[in-house]
C-alpha cells in the first residue's frame, strides 16, 4: 500500500458531536449545571460567566479536536488564588459528563473528553481533600 492509500483522516470527536454550536449547547447546559450545585457556586460569584463560558467553549473545543484555539491563561494561573479540592474538580468533571449525556454524546467521546480534562487536575486543585 503506497502513501497515497491512507485513507482520510476521521472525524474529530468536535465533528462527529456537531461542531461549534453543539459544543456551545454542551458548555452551557454545563455551566447551568455548576452555577446550581451549591458546593461549587461560591467559587463563580463575581466571575463574568460571559468570557468564562467563551473561554471554556474554546477549551473544550480544543479538547475534543476542534479547530478553536484556546487564548486565555493557562490553567494553572487561573486556578490559582481558588481553594479547589479534589472533590470539587470531580464534581465539575461529573457535570460536564452529565451534559454531554444529556446531549447524547457517544460514551467513547465522553470518556476521552474526560481522559484529557483529568490531566488538568495537577493545575487546578490547589488544595488538599477534606
Ligand atoms: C475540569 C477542569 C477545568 C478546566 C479545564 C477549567 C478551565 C478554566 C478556564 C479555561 C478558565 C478561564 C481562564 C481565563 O479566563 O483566562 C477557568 C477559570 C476559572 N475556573 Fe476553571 N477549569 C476547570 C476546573 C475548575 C474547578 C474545579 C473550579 C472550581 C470549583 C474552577 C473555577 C474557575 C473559576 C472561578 C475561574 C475564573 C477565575 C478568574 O477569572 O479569576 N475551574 N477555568
Redo the contacts with the bound molecule.
Sequence with gaps: MSEHDVPAQTVSDYEAVGGGPAVKAVVNRFYEL?VGDP??AP??AG??MA??K???V???SQ?MGGPAE?D????R???A??P??PE??????EH?VAALQEFSVPAEIIDRVVAA?GQ??P???TADAH
Design positions: 455548576v458546593d461549587l467559587f463563580f466571575i463574568d468570557s468564562l467563551r473561554h471554556q474554546l477549551l473544550v479538547v484556546y486565555g491563561r493557562e490553567l494561573a487561573a486556578h488564588e481558588l479547589i479540592r470539587h474538580f470531580a464534581a465539575v468533571v460536564l480534562l488538568t487536575q493545575d487546578i486543585v
